[in-house]
């Protein structure tokens, strides 16, 4: 078979019969990477916009969970302040509990002394009435 001219001077003629300077073979597999690097750029372009979303889902769900972990210190922190206002306040009862407890002692004797006084002197009254 012999070699066509124009093939050795490197020009071709493609499906529609007009001259080229590729071989019709690599400018198919042109085509075909051509239409491949489009999907491929398309493809990446998608999950671009994938990735962005999930990085924005991230952040916001990031935010709530700093939010929340804010919310948990705080009643943490609340809690650690009402058990001491607490513990304050039951050594404020106690201590008022022992101030009444020694009220009350002081009360039992100085009762007992003005039943003593009170009796000594219903004791009085009636050896005087006796008397007369």
């Known amino acids: 078979m012999a070699k066509d001219p124009l ?10 019969n007009k001259l080229r300077v590729l071989e019709p073979d690599v ?3 042109t085509s075909e990477l051509k239409e491949e690097c489009k999907e491929f750029v398309d493809k990446i372009g998608q ?4 990735v962005g979303g999930l990085i924005e889902l991230v ?3 990031a935010k709530e969970a700093e939010t929340e972990k804010m919310k948990a210190i705080g009643a ?3 809690l650690k302040s009402v058990a001491k206002q607490r513990e304050a306040q039951q050594q404020q009862l106690q201590a008022l509990i022992a101030e009444k ?9 100085e009762y007992e002394a003005l039943s003593k006084v009170e009796s000594e002197q219903n004791e009085f009254i009636d ?3 006796l008397q007369k």
Do not use: T
């Open 7 to 16: 093939a050795e001077a490197g020009f071709y003629f493609d499906e529609l």
């Open 27 to 29: 400018s198919q597999k």
């Open 47 to 50: 999950f671009q916009k994938i």
């Open 59 to 61: 952040d916001v769900l």
């Open 76 to 78: 943490r922190n609340l």
């Open 101 to 109: 407890k020694m009220q009350l002692e002081r009360y039992r004797i």
């Open 127 to 129: 050896q005087f009435i």
